[in-house]
């Protein structure tokens, strides 16, 4: 039972153009969402995260929409660059509680062609 | 300021040894957590530690794996005995809390059993 689905396993995009990664969750509870970057041999690092009060959030070149009613988030890269190319995972938890633990989507492979 | 640092990097056993991986969480952070990365998957959370004290471990196989934090800073993961599905990368991470503040990963060890 997966609770956080990212659909796209891999995604293709030319620099300077707009890459946009998705992500579902199940999990009506959930109420904070965050996109961590990852590269090869090294651990996740966090890039941006939105809360459920809000439906957009945006530092510098990533923005991140949520649309609660149809519990699905989206991260904007834009302009994307070859610096981007990583696996990006799309992670969420419940405010709160002794819950915090983070719930993550198996990632997308972005790829940025110079 | 430090990261989160994990050692050893790299690790391969037989099934049936055992093995400790050890991590040092960012200073001041009072949750630590131990994910599980099988190679495709998003981080499975193992183990979640608010200072000393086990937040949540419901899904840690018990009957194989321990994990400890006796004095609310580093931790230790043991596996034994370990089996070949167990081969993935272990990642540890910390946070301030553990309500919506963002987790700060480690490295992992890339643990090979064969």
């Known amino acids: 039972d997966q609770q956080v689905k990212q659909n796209s396993p891999s995604l293709s995009v030319q620099e300077g153009r707009i890459s946009i990664l998705n992500c579902d969750y199940t999990?009506?509870?959930?109420?904070?969402f965050l996109w961590y970057k990852k590269y090869p041999a090294e651990g996740p690092t966090f890039l941006i995260s939105?809360?459920?009060?809000?439906d957009k959030n945006e530092d510098g070149r990533f923005t991140v929409f949520l649309n609660k009613s149809a519990k699905h988030l989206s991260l904007h890269i834009v302009p994307s660059q070859p610096g981007d190319s990583a696996v990006y995972f799309c992670?969420?938890?419940?405010?709160?509680?002794?819950?915090?633990?983070?719930?993550f989507g198996k990632g997308t492979k972005l790829s940025v062609k110079p | 300021e430090a990261g989160v640092a994990q050692s050893p990097r790299y690790k391969i056993i037989e099934k049936r040894q055992s093995v400790a991986f050890w991590c040092n969480p960012i200073?001041?952070?009072?949750?630590l957590y131990w994910y599980q990365q099988i190679l495709g998957q998003g981080p499975k959370l193992l183990i979640q530690?608010?200072?000393?004290?086990?937040?949540?471990d419901s899904q840690l196989p018990k009957d194989r794996f321990s994990a400890e934090r006796l004095k609310g800073v580093d931790s230790t993961l043991k596996i034994q005995p370990a089996k070949l599905e167990d081969s993935a990368v272990y990642l540890c991470?910390?946070?301030?809390?553990?309500?919506?503040?963002?987790?700060?990963f480690g490295q992992g060890t890339r643990l090979t059993v064969v």
């Open positions: 991470a910390s946070s301030l809390g553990h309500t919506n503040t963002e987790a700060f």
């Open positions: 999990n009506s509870m959930f109420d904070y």
């Open positions: 939105i809360s459920s009060i809000k």
């Open positions: 992670a969420a938890k419940r405010y709160g509680g002794s819950q915090g633990n983070l719930i």
């Open positions: 200073s001041g952070h009072a949750t």
């Open positions: 530690f608010q200072n000393n004290g086990v937040v949540d």
